[in-house]
């Protein structure tokens, strides 16, 4: 699991995680570790090895606006997982205001950035065609506008996608946490991507674009951090 040698990898002092739902990825960290959902469905031990795991029970946005992660860890964020509301103009948000919180060799990973058919990248959760995916419990929803987003107003990122079923993991790191382009253009970006359509971009061209590598080529945590240039 890729997940599991990033832990591996990047080692890391401090996790911050935005999506959280029964702790399945949050299970992965052994350091100090802070989880933000709305609704957490948690059954079993997520905790384990941790120093410390807080809990915020609300929206990313209300945590960012409350609250400092890196001022509760007593230092930056070392590794992210963002997995929160799937749409752009949230998971933008959430990776802008995250970033803020990270050292510049830490590490973001976003989830269900490549979906696998256009039915996963509705925008709306309940609609009907939805049934119609090869993977109809899983919602990617439009977050892989993301992708197009960051290359164009933040070249300066690292980003490689890998091919984890069933809609990839996109690893970020060369991050700027003093960078305000995102925040600054963020209703421009929000309105020129949100005319684009899966449809017409096309699944095929966005995979393309995404220049994937494939999960067996990250067997190793040695691997992982040869690709992050760690
Ligand atoms: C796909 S699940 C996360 C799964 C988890 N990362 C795992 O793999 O085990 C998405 C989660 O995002 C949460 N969520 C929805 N809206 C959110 C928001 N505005 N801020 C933070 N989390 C949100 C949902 O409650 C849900 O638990």
Redesign the pocket.
């Known amino acids: 699991m890729v997940l599991a040698r990033l832990h591996e990898s990047v080692r890391p002092s401090t996790y911050f995680e935005?999506?959280?739902?029964?702790?399945?990825?949050l299970k992965l960290a052994k350091c100090k570790s802070i989880a933000?959902?709305?609704?957490f469905r948690i059954a079993s031990d997520v905790i384990g090895a941790k120093p410390c795991c807080l809990f915020f029970q609300t929206?990313?946005?209300d945590f960012f606006r409350d609250r400092d992660p890196a001022a509760i860890f007593g230092a930056p964020i070392d590794f992210a997982f963002i997995?929160?509301?799937h749409l752009f103009e949230?998971a933008l948000r959430d990776f802008a205001n995250t970033e803020r919180h990270c050292r510049p060799n830490s590490v973001i990973v976003l989830h269900d950035c490549v979906p696998a058919d256009r039915w996963m990248a509705e925008r709306v959760y309940t609609d009907e065609c939805r049934r119609r995916s090869t993977f109809p419990d899983r919602w990617a929803g439009d977050v892989w506008k993301i992708l197009p987003a960051l290359k164009k107003y933040r070249p300066d990122l690292k980003i490689a996608v890998v091919d984890a079923e069933p809609t990839g993991l996109v690893l970020i790191t060369r991050l700027d946490p003093q960078s305000n382009v995102l925040s600054d253009n963020y209703d421009g970006i929000v309105q020129e991507f949100s005319g684009l359509d899966i449809t017409k971009y096309g699944i095929a061209r966005h995979q393309d674009d995404c220049a994937m590598i494939s999960t067996r080529a990250l067997a190793r945590a040695a691997d992982v951090a040869k690709l992050l240039g760690r």
């Not at 935005?18 to 990825?25: A, D, N, S």
């Open positions: 935005i999506g959280t739902l029964r702790g399945e990825t933000v959902d709305p609704k929206t990313s946005d997995d929160g509301l949230y």
